[in-house]
Nanobody, 116 residues
């Protein structure tokens, strides 16, 4: 059973920064894709950022230039550095892993609230 554990969420003022972490119970190097999604109250879960096995990254237009996804294969951890946070970034953030043999997995989510 693959486990993904997110951490790093919290309350931050507009313009502030947070770094989310996603610790995996398997080698993230073996995953085809690692990603961060978010879901605001009453809205669907949307893709925020993706990093592939080869290291290619992609971002939602709404976070380009402000968020950075990265990974530390030695720690089996994926990060989401979030800068210049806006109230519209308020959501539960979920880590997602896609493995060609083991399947797809979600973390339990971590709340990010941007408010003054």
């Amino acid at each position: 059973q693959v486990q993904l554990v997110e951490s790093g969420g919290g309350l931050v003022q507009p313009g502030g920064s947070l770094r989310l972490s996603c610790a995996a119970s398997i080698s993230i190097f073996s995953c085809d894709v690692m990603a961060w999604y978010r879901q605001a109250p009453g809205k669907q879960r949307d893709l925020v950022a993706v990093i592939t096995k080869s290291g290619t990254t992609n971002y939602a237009d709404s976070v380009k230039g402000r968020f950075t996804i990265s990974r530390d294969n030695a720690k089996n951890t994926v990060y989401l550095q979030m800068n210049s946070l806006e109230p519209e970034d308020t959501a539960v953030y979920y880590c997602h892993a896609l493995h060609s043999r083991l399947g797809a997995y979600w973390g339990q989510g971590t709340q990010v609230t941007v408010s003054s």
